[in-house]
């Protein structure tokens, strides 16, 4: 992991289209930019975080419905 100091308005470039731009530190709050290709995802951590944990618990309800059911065509 590369760890950098910024400061408000100074960038941080990743390859040759994606830029990070801070625009405001206040507290311990910072805001930043990210200007990148529309092809590029960007997402928050906690929201890929949220998604992964709610589609593990689908398949594990799946799991068991489809368990519960073949259960039921075996009696």
């Given at each position: 992991?590369?760890?950098?100091s ?29 200007e ?40």
């Open positions: 992991m590369l760890v950098l910024r400061k408000p308005n100074e960038t941080i470039r990743i390859g040759e289209d994606i830029e990070i731009r801070i625009i405001e530190v206040k507290g311990d709050t910072i805001r930043i930019g990210i990148a290709p529309k092809s590029v995802d960007i997402l928050r951590g906690e929201l890929v975080q949220s998604i992964s944990e709610s589609n593990t618990e689908a398949i594990a309800l799946d799991l068991d419905i489809f368990n519960q059911l073949t259960a039921r065509t075996e009696k």
